[in-house]
């Protein structure tokens, strides 16, 4: 396998500037006068690329995920999935119980909740630079009005920074935003207006001001950053040019293309596979939408599953590949897409037969008995993935979700 050459090696270089934090007049005055990241070179340079891993805080109850098992040596980040909106604006936890531990009836998985079990991995880790993920699919209805008017955008960002940074000092080193999406596109029931487009952009200046504030505090530099669609046209519901100047990076989520019910199709497929009717929904026309909006390739992240999707009753037909099918197939439980279910199932079931398609450098998975077929990455086509990031000079990769892995897929993106 190519995986085997395969030398993740990306050097990036930061433009380092001290910029001052503005106040609060500036924040809403033209992109011009954007803060900046602040960045010293002595600390916050990445000499490799980045690699950000989500961790979906209900693992540990879902799945059983333990967090001292996680990777810290082989990542840059660990991104906390998720804070969300309360009914007044500010930001809260998503579940007291399983964040820190605060019980009403069940018991904790971990005393001090999954936040002490991260402020354990990361004093023997060092190196490892933690975020609280705001939002995510199901919790961005709340985004429009949060980001509507000044005062619901400072309330935003000062509960943000008072639940997260200034109440647990050390601890987080960061705000990733994961709205989705602003305009249109998200979970239906979502509130959603057109002048989320330009409000995005003014929560983002405001969250930027405050972290550069708090930063010279503290004397360090806090990270912002945002989770952005990999769909053209809710790319097109962002103003790229002016927010890629408060962003430290962006995590672009090139993965979920497709999935079923409907044709099948890859969810992460590097370029357009062929007789693909659609040849423009794939990762490499996403990272150029980006690059061709003048987003400095150091800042975009790709997106890296560590899950895969199934459809149901799909002929025997191109071994179901651009088949009609249904949506998930009989007895396919909640996990059986993580990588770790399928490497030590339907990937030793002889009836299930795995396929390669060259041009979108992915695999498939076909059983012709029970019409099941899986799209899903492994660690060929995540080797694949990391080249294109060096070859095309990206500030690294990022991964949904960690509790999805067996270690192989780590292993192929850390690879030497």
């Known amino acids: 396998m190519r995986l085997n050459r395969l030398s993740f090696v990306l050097v990036v270089f930061f433009a380092c500037a001290r910029a001052i934090p503005v106040s609060e007049a500036t924040a809403g005055s ?12 002595s600390e916050h340079v990445d000499r490799g690329g980045r690699v950000v891993g989500y961790f979906a805080s209900w693992d540990v109850r879902s799945k059983g995920t333990r967090i001292a098992d996680l990777p810290a040596k082989d990542l840059t980040h660990i991104y906390y999935a ?5 009914k007044d604006g500010r930001v809260v936890l998503s579940d007291p119980c399983v964040d820190i531990g605060k019980c009403d009836s069940t018991a904790a998985v971990n005393p001090g909740g999954n936040f002490a079990e991260l402020e354990r991995l990361k004093g023997l880790n060092p190196h490892l630079k933690l975020a609280i993920s705001i939002g995510g699919w199901t919790d961005s209805g709340k985004f429009s009005d949060a980001a509507l008017t000044d005062s619901s955008r400072r309330l935003f960002s000062e509960s943000a920074l008072d639940l997260f940074i200034r109440q647990r000092p050390g601890l987080f080193d960061g705000i990733d935003i994961d709205w989705e999406f602003p305009v249109e596109g998200g979970l239906e029931g979502n509130l959603e207006r057109p002048a989320d487009k330009k409000n995005f952009t003014l929560l983002l200046r405001e ?10 505090t503290d004397n360090k530099h806090y990270e912002l950053t945002i989770a952005a669609s990999a769909r053209l046209q809710e790319i097109d519901n962002l103003e790229i040019g002016q927010i890629q100047r408060l962003l430290d990076f962006i995590n672009v989520m090139t993965y979920d293309y497709h999935s079923a019910p409907g044709r099948t199709n890859f969810n992460a497929p590097l370029y357009a596979a062929r007789g693909d009717i659609d040849p423009s929904v794939n990762i490499d026309v996403t990272m150029h939408a ?14 890296i599953p560590f899950y895969g999707h199934a459809y149901g009753s799909v002929p025997n037909v191109s071994n179901g590949l651009f088949q009609n099918g249904t949506d998930k197939p ?17 990937l030793k079931n002889s009836r299930y037969v795995r396929y390669w398609e060259s041009k979108a450098r992915v695999p498939w998975l076909y059983d012709s008995t029970s019409g099941t077929w899986v799209s899903y990455d492994d660690p060929e086509s995540v080797g694949e993935k990391v080249r294109y990031v060096r070859e095309h000079g990206l500030g690294g990769v990022v991964i949904w979700e960690l509790g999805g892995d067996d270690g192989s897929l780590m292993r192929a993106i850390s690879a030497k």
């Open 30 to 41: 033209d992109a011009s006068a954007d803060p900046q990241p602040t960045m010293e070179r």
């Open 82 to 86: 998720f804070a969300k909106i309360g």
């Open 207 to 216: 969250l930027r001001r405050q972290l550069d504030a708090q930063g010279a």
């Open 290 to 303: 980006f690059l061709d909006a003048a987003v400095p390739a150091r800042k975009l992240l790709l997106g």
């Open 330 to 346: 009989a007895a396919w439980r909640e996990h059986d897409g993580d990588w770790n279910v399928l490497a030590r199932t339907r």
